[in-house]
Each structure stands twice: as structure tokens, then as C-alpha cells.
């Protein structure tokens, strides 16, 4: 599976937008990009996915690049309550069905 | 959706013994995962478990150490055995996402320390 890189942590003020960016240079053609969030002391939890085009759900958007080489997550307006690990991972038809979790990125939201 | 339901959600064990985590859900699924996590660290895949067959380990997991059983298709448990202080992690169940727009959902973890 290609692998991701993402920043260890990061900051954001509540109630205002956080970008929080992916790397993901060696993506092929076929991999989807997923996104989980990891919220403290509970198991990871979906947030979206996208191939190609960006995303918009009820939880967060998500902005793919024209290349695919990178991506970010949106969150429109951060509370108390999105302070998490938030995963990229990407995901390969030809590959398994396996996720493989990388570092993630602690995001910590300020009251 | 799926609902998980794993037990214990922790426990404090004595080295050289073993413990049993039982992973519930609450509907039919083919495949299921367990997971470590290390303190402070990302998740680490242990094993996949299927209904009537072997479980699948990954590199540097072994059954010996990590004996999983699959009784049905909605009921699993992980041991983790002749424990040592290392074995000290969260071991989450999860189920679904074996498909490219599906997506995974997660127990809340059993949190093991050994002592």
C-alpha cells in the first residue's frame, strides 16, 4: 500500500476552519483516500473517502488535489469535540483489504 | 452500520498469564480485525479472522502468542498469552471496509496493562 505522510500535530482555534493536509506522492490511479479520526480513548471512526473528485459530508470536506499527490480534510468550524488523531490512508483495489495506519495527525482544538 | 461491542474494555493482568478478549457484533460479517495499540503509537495490524478458517497473522505475530478464535460470523475473541510488560497496548475489534467505498468500524478497545 502507498504510503501517506501527515504533520504530528497541529492547532486550530474552536469555531474556526482547520485544513489538515495529506501526502500521499506515490498514489496510483485506482487508490481511494480515506480519512479516520481517532477521538481519545475510544477506536478509530470514518470520517470520508474520495477518488478523484472532493467530498462533502455532514461530519467534514474533502479536497483532492488535480495530481491526487496530496489531499486535505476539512472541518468547517472546529469544536472542543474534533480534538483527535485524525488518519489518511489510502486504499487499493489491487491490493488488501487491510488498513494500514500511519502516524496520523494530533489535532488540538483551543477554547 | 455495525455496532461492536469488546470485553473487557480493561484489565490488569499478572506476567506469564493470558487473557481472553471477546469482540461481539451486531450483525453477520465474513471478516474480522484485531489491532494493537502501543501506547502513544498509531494502530498495528495483529490478525484477520474469518468464520470456519484460520486466522491470518501478520508479519511478527504469531499464533502461538496471539490465538484468535471464530466461532460464527458475529462473534470473535483474541488472546494474548504467557504476557509480559510489552504486551501492555490497546487491542481494538473491527469489521467492515473490505471494500474500496465501504468503511471500517472499530470497537473501543480493551485496555490491557501487565504487570
Known amino acids: 500500500d502507498a504510503k501517506t505522510t501527515q504533520p504530528n500535530s497541529m492547532e486550530s482555534n474552536e469555531e474556526e476552519p482547520v485544513h489538515l493536509p495529506c501526502n500521499h506522492s506515490?498514489?496510483?490511479?485506482?487508490?481511494?483516500i480515506h480519512w479516520y479520526r481517532q477521538l481519545p480513548s475510544q477506536g478509530p471512526e470514518y470520517v470520508i473517502h474520495?477518488?478523484?473528485s472532493n467530498v462533502n459530508n455532514r461530519m467534514a470536506s474533502l479536497a483532492i488535489a488535480e495530481d491526487r499527490k496530496s489531499s486535505t480534510l476539512i472541518l468547517h468550524r472546529a469544536t472542543l469535540r474534533d480534538a483527535a488523531v485524525y488518519y489518511c490512508i489510502l486504499r487499493s483495489p489491487s491490493g488488501t483489504y487491510k488498513y494500514i495506519f500511519g502516524t496520523g495527525t494530533r489535532l488540538k482544538v483551543l477554547a | 452500520s455495525a455496532v461492536i461491542s469488546q470485553k473487557p474494555s480493561r484489565d490488569i493482568c499478572q506476567r506469564g498469564t493470558s487473557l481472553t478478549i471477546q469482540c461481539q457484533v451486531d450483525?453477520?460479517?465474513?471478516?474480522m480485525f484485531w489491532y494493537r495499540q502501543q501506547p502513544g503509537q498509531s494502530l498495528t495490524l495483529i490478525a484477520t479472522?474469518?468464520?470456519?478458517?484460520?486466522?491470518?497473522?501478520e508479519s511478527g505475530f504469531v499464533i502461538d502468542k496471539f490465538p484468535i478464535s471464530r466461532p460464527n460470523l458475529t462473534f470473535s475473541t483474541l488472546t494474548v498469552s504467557n504476557m509480559s510488560p510489552e504486551d501492555s497496548s490497546i487491542y481494538l475489534c473491527?469489521?467492515?471496509?473490505?471494500?474500496?467505498?465501504?468503511?471500517?468500524?472499530f470497537g473501543q478497545g480493551t485496555r490491557l496493562t501487565v504487570v
Open positions: 450483525s453477520q460479517v465474513t471478516m
Open positions: 473491527s469489521v467492515g471496509g473490505t471494500g474500496m467505498n465501504t468503511e471500517a468500524f
Open positions: 479472522a474469518n468464520q470456519g478458517s484460520e486466522a491470518t497473522y
Open positions: 506515490t498514489i496510483s490511479g485506482t487508490d481511494y
Open positions: 474520495g477518488l478523484t
